[in-house]
């Protein structure tokens, strides 16, 4: 985790330093770096198409389990609607990119890379298909609308086209590609820690149910 916490915490410092415009940072990660990264993942993963379907089907239930067990709770507990939404997306949206991605390749190495992408592309299937329409509340039709206009998805798509019928890119676009998507973790992580360098601390009861489901649940 140390390398992540360093890169994280110079984002932090940074900005509590410098005048950085982190509206602007973050449509650029959203808009070009994020779905670089999702299409490059997707183009150059070496899992065999039963793997990645094992990966998905794993990753759906775990998700869906969480979300009940979210449910439940909230009902139990008597959260207001607002909140219910708040415990939903940090428990069943884990981070899965910048940081998942990043202690996959220290932990592991690189050969576990192409199941993290796996893990990563179900991931932003979720948070970007089913994201938007939970946390505006607009229900999954205003979310779809929302969802496909975001590049993610359609990078996503494009990935798994590429893949799935085995076409290769012309060299240099596949390089370029390629250094496009080397820069997403860096400036995510470095996102995360401007963002975190905005925020005043405050821990409230929620903040601990929270962490509590992510942290506890999650591994289960």
């Known amino acids: 985790m140390l390398p992540i916490a360093i890169i994280v915490a110079i984002g932090a410092i940074a900005g509590k330093r410098l005048p950085i415009d982190i509206s602007s940072l973050t449509k650029i990660t959203l808009y070009v770096f994020a779905p670089a990264l999702a299409a490059d993942s997707m183009y150059r ?18 998700t869906l389990g969480l979300y009940l067990l979210v449910i439940l709770v909230a009902r139990a507990s008597r959260q207001s609607p ?4 708040s415990l939903i997306s ?38 970007f298909g089913l994201g938007p329409a939970l946390v505006s509340g607009g229900g999954l039709k205003a979310g779809f609308r929302t969802t496909i206009r975001l590049p993610m998805m359609w990078a996503l798509l494009v990935g798994i086209l590429l893949r799935a019928f085995t076409i290769t890119l012309p060299e ?16 995510l992580l470095i996102t995360l820690g401007l963002q975190i360098s905005r925020q005043r601390f ?14 506890g649940a999650g591994p289960v």
């Open 202 to 215: 405050a821990v409230l009861p929620s903040d601990w149910l929270a962490t509590g489901l992510r942290l």
């Open 45 to 62: 993963a070496q899992v065999a198409a039963s793997a990645a379907i094992r990966i998905f089907l794993a990753y759906s239930l775990a």
């Open 172 to 187: 240099g676009l596949a390089n370029g590609l390629h250094l496009l998507a080397g820069a997403a973790i860096p400036i």
């Open 90 to 127: 940090t428990t069943i949206f884990p981070n899965v990119g910048n940081m998942g991605l990043s202690l996959t390749v220290f932990a592991l190495g690189t050969e576990a890379l192409d199941r993290g992408f796996v893990t990563f592309a179900s991931g932003a299937l979720f948070v």
């Open 82 to 85: 607002e909140s219910t939404k």
